[in-house]
């Protein structure tokens, strides 16, 4: 079954120069990258990424691991990849969330660490199930930065918005 998945190369990620190891590694997958971009990562779109994970005491790492405020690195780059079966495709590359107990071959497993505070800064992030999919390619993504049509959207006619252009 055909399924999109949210991919992020997280802060630390970036910080490695693994960019082009992590996505030789996703092409594995022949899924197909249906869109892509650079984000500084704002506080309330962290915290809305990992709602679910609020009541952890970890939680307040995790946002500022995100936010690129451990690496010296404030953003991700963030893709959505479709195709047959892609969100078990991309997490068995990804790996165990644990780095440690990640198998060594698998991204994680080959790139990511443990802090001494304990966080688990394991390079990439990628969507659990098909809901959560959904939830965070909407949360990252417009309907205009996808290439392809993943989910229903409107048109919004703007007469008062304001928006930026080449000068
Ligand atoms: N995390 C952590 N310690 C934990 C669990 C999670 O540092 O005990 C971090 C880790 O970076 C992980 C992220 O929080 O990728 C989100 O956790 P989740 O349980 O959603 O794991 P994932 O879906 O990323 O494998
Ligand atoms: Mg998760």
Known sequence: MNQAVLILIKPDGLKKSLTGNILTRLSE?????????????????AEEHYKHLKDKPFFNDIIQYIQGELHDRKKVLALVYWGKDAIKKCRELAGATNPEEAEATSIRGSYGRITTSGVYENVIHVSSDESEAQREIKLWFGPDEIIVELYPYKKIVCKECTRTAWA
């Open 29 to 45: 997958t022949k899924l197909e990258i249906v869109a892509a971009k650079i984000v500084r990562v704002p506080r309330e779109l």
